[in-house]
Structures are given as C-alpha cells and as structure tokens.
C-alpha cells in the first residue's frame, strides 16, 4: 500500500533533525526524567513535563536570542514592531 506522504522536515537520510529531536529528548531526561526520581505515578511525570516544556519555551536564556529568553525576545519584538505603526498614525 502506497501512501504518498511526504516528510514533514528534512530530506531522507538527512540526520539533522533526528539529531535536534534526540539531542531535546536527551535534555529533558537529564532534566526532569532522572533529576527528580523517584516518580509516584504518571501524573507526576506528566505535570513535570508541562512545567519543563514551559519554561524552555519561556525562561531559557539563548545566546543566539542575544542572551535573553525567548519571551523577553518576543516582547522586544513586539515592542520594536509597533513603534513603526504608532508613528505613523502619528503622521
């Protein structure tokens, strides 16, 4: 049966980003899986979960952001972006 799916990212064979999805795998094992074991249940793995993959979308400082988190990046863009507009009208 032929299903002419398409990937999604990447080209075939191309290993970068099962290296970028391992290498994110790896991180939050090493920073929730293992760190706070043992684990009482499911839900506390999954509350954990929620609370990590917040704060590493939020709080986590990246230098290629120029050192700032990604919500600070975000809200200097935003900051940035309206400035041009409220000129404007202004005008």
Known sequence: MKLDAAPSVGSAGDAYDNALAESIIGLYKAEVIHRRRPWRGFED?????????????????????????????EEQYHRTQAAPAERLALN
Do not use: D, K, M
């Open 45 to 73: 793995v999954e509350h954990a979960t929620f609370e990590w993959v917040a704060r590493f979308n939020t709080q986590r400082i990246l230098e290629l952001l120029g050192c700032v988190s990604p919500a600070q990046f």
